[in-house]
């Protein structure tokens, strides 16, 4: 006789029958975390049961350990007796007015059933074109690609001073069309081990609650509540694999090339009138959204402002390397400049960097290098161009101040607002990347810029405790709790 089990939502917290059952579905299933004060770890679980209600389940400390090959993707079990808590309204939204915390009192036993048709029918994927309309967004995109290449990790150290382990991995679709996604710490060590071992057989990568970034032109990133299914037995990874065994040779001349690896022009959507803030609007907006577009006129700041730096190319960090000078990291001499954006309604200051720089100036770094150096003689500052006196569309990124209250500015795009509102162009860039490195200044303009306020890299040393700290930023929510309850609530 079948056992009897009913579905997520006839399961309530004021539930009198304490030995109920669910059939369920292991939906996601993401890394083990360490709460923000290091007292406790903890790993989140999506189930879904027959009828596609879903239910966070959490485990803790030693239970992640001793359920670790049980509670295992698309399988499906029988659980009873998990301990059933109310969520903090706050969190209703992405969590459910429930969750689930499984204990060794939980009683989870396997059945054999094929459930993957109907779990796969609940994923939702992005295609790599579509990438571009959810830039800095607060969006959950799920996408599926074939890993094919991934860059040594590296530790690096995020604005909160704490460290972080992250590693990039590139992944192409149907169409060769390549993204970088960047995956920290946790999924550093489990996800990114898994694809390293694997990547001869170019395993299929089913990410979902990824965030699309426009760190390096077009990228993605994993942020706390992320999840992986690599290979799944899924029809949608049957079809990816076989177009991989027909077009295998395509594939590896891909690879052997590495063009990915040079940063690719952005695809970015020009944004419609309705798109853009008015200057003066977006200090009231700070709470709400980091990157806005601002369609403005713009002058430079101050005359005597050093227009270039010698920086490694990666992270923006300065160098005392000499051009052309070869080091383990990308040196290259960067344009920058503080410029004034003014609107109708305002003005506010802004930093430019890199490429967008070279565009403000309608000169290169190296130009700028050369004929600015002590005993040059050049007439680079008078042909430079120093104002833009036609409205330009830029893209700006609010950064808060470090020590202190309010925000400042990086201008990341540049764009002719000539384009067409609404039509996706190429914002062309060039990179050199060799090994090793070597400074160099073929940098074009119109291209995106790494902000420096985003990431500083530096030298790798041996793992300490703090390397295994989270991914920091507004994604990351890990509470500060001790408590079980507490943690579970404040971990989306």
């Known amino acids: ?16 029958d304490k030995n109920w059952t669910a059939k369920v579905i292991v939906s996601e299933k993401t890394s083990a975390r ?22 966070q389940a959490t485990l803790f400390d030693n239970h992640i350990t001793a359920f670790e090959d049980l509670l295992l993707l698309s399988k499906t079990y029988l659980i009873s007796n998990a301990t059933i ?17 499984i204990t060794g009192k939980t009683r989870v036993i396997e059945i054999q059933e094929d459930n993957n048709a109907l779990l796969s029918s609940t994923y939702n994927f992005t295609p790599f074109d579509k990438l571009k309309e959810y830039m800095d967004v607060d969006a959950d995109i799920s996408i599926i690609g074939v890993a094919i290449d991934i860059k040594p990790k590296r530790l ?13 991995v590139v992944l192409v679709d149907q169409s060769f069309d390549t993204i970088l996604l960047t995956l920290w710490d946790a999924f550093v060590e489990k996800e990114c081990v898994y694809i390293s071992q694997h990547l001869s057989k170019k395993p299929i990568v089913i990410a979902k609650h990824l965030k699309v970034s426009s760190f390096h032109g077009l990228s993605l990133s994993t942020k706390g509540n992320s999840s992986f299914f690599i290979d799944a037995p899924f029809s949608q990874v049957t079809e990816l694999k076989s177009w991989v065994d027909e077009n295998i040779e ?6 052997v090339e590495k063009s990915y690896f040079v940063a690719s022009p952005a695809k970015v959507h020009i944004p419609n009138d309705n798109m853009i803030t008015d200057i003066k609007n977006i200090s009231g907006l700070h709470h709400m959204q980091t990157y806005f577009w601002v369609k403005a006129k713009a002058n430079l700041q101050k005359q005597e402002q050093a227009y270039w730096y010698m920086s490694c190319s990666n992270c923006n960090k300065l160098s005392g390397a000499d051009v052309n000078e070869v080091f383990e990291c990308v040196f290259l001499q960067i344009a920058r400049a503080t410029v004034q954006l003014q609107d109708a309604t305002s003005s506010l200051l802004a930093t430019v960097i890199g490429p967008p720089a070279e565009t403000f100036f309608k000169c290169s770094a190296y ?5 600015t150096t002590q005993n040059e003689n050049s007439d680079i500052v008078e042909k430079m161009r120093t104002s833009i006196e036609e409205d330009v569309l830029f893209y700006v990124k609010a950064v808060p101040k470090d020590k202190q209250e309010g925000y400042k500015y990086d201008v990341i795009f540049i764009i002719n607002p000539s384009e067409i509102p609404g039509k996706t162009i190429y914002i062309e860039s060039e990179e050199k990347t060799t090994t090793p490195h070597s400074a160099s200044s073929d940098l074009v303009p119109y291209a995106p810029v790494t902000p420096t306020s985003k990431r500083v890299l530096f030298q790798e040393h041996s793992a300490t405790s ?18 079980d309850e507490a943690t579970l609530e404040e971990s989306y």
């Open 1 to 16: 006789m079948d056992t009897k089990y009913k579905l997520i939502p006839e399961i309530s917290v004021t539930e009198k």
């Open 466 to 483: 703090s390397s295994k700290k989270k991914q920091s930023g507004k994604d990351d929510n890990i509470g500060q709790s001790t408590s």
């Open 156 to 168: 690096i150290k995020v604005r909160s001073g704490s460290q972080s382990y992250v590693q990039d």
């Open 250 to 255: 395509n594939l590896n001349q891909l690879i």
């Open 85 to 101: 808590k109310l969520t903090k309204p706050e969190y209703v939204a992405s969590v459910g007015p429930i969750h689930w915390v």
């Open 34 to 55: 360490t709460s923000q004060n290091g007292s406790i770890r903890y790993q989140n679980l999506i189930l879904m049961d027959p009828q596609k209600n879903k239910i």
């Open 367 to 371: 130009d700028l290098m050369k004929g």
